[in-house]
Nanobody, 126 residues
Framework: VQLQASGGGLVQPGGSLKLSCVVS????????MAWYRQAPGKGREFVAT????????GYGDSVQGRFTIWRENAENTVYLQMNSLRPEDTAVYYC????????????????????WGQGTQVTVSS
């Protein structure tokens, strides 16, 4: 199983970035997907999650209204659109997967996820 995150980079405050996570080695449409982030010296923080069929999503309080998660099951890819970025959004962003076909509740705990990508760095700075 591989989760390949990409799209990170350096952006000015107020700017936008779109992250992608391409998944291989599992039946993507059977998995809930999530994004987490980890800033230097801090623990991993929940960012967003989406259920297996894309019909339900959840967000962390700090990104609600600024970030959007969606998935394209035909492409085995989950995305995270990040708008109105702030310096405190600076972190390594990780995608994660959990088998959950038919389950409609949202998984926000880090321990709920079985597979993790390698992370992509997002830096928000002027």
């Amino acid at each position: 199983v591989q989760l390949q995150a990409s799209g990170g980079g350096l952006v000015q405050p107020g700017g936008s970035l779109k992250l992608s996570c391409v998944v291989s080695g599992l039946t993507f449409e059977n998995y809930a997907m999530a994004w987490y982030r980890q800033a230097p010296g801090k623990g991993r923080e929940f960012v967003a999650t989406i259920i297996w069929n894309g019909e339900k999503r959840g967000y962390g309080d700090s990104v609600q209204g600024r970030f959007t998660i969606w998935r394209e099951n035909a492409e085995n890819t989950v995305y995270l659109q990040m708008n109105s970025l702030r310096p405190e959004d600076t972190a390594v962003y990780y995608c994660a997967a959990r088998e959950s076909a038919g389950i409609t509740w949202l998984f926000t705990r880090e321990a709920a996820y079985d597979y993790w990508g390698q992370g992509t760095q997002v830096t928000v700075s002027s």
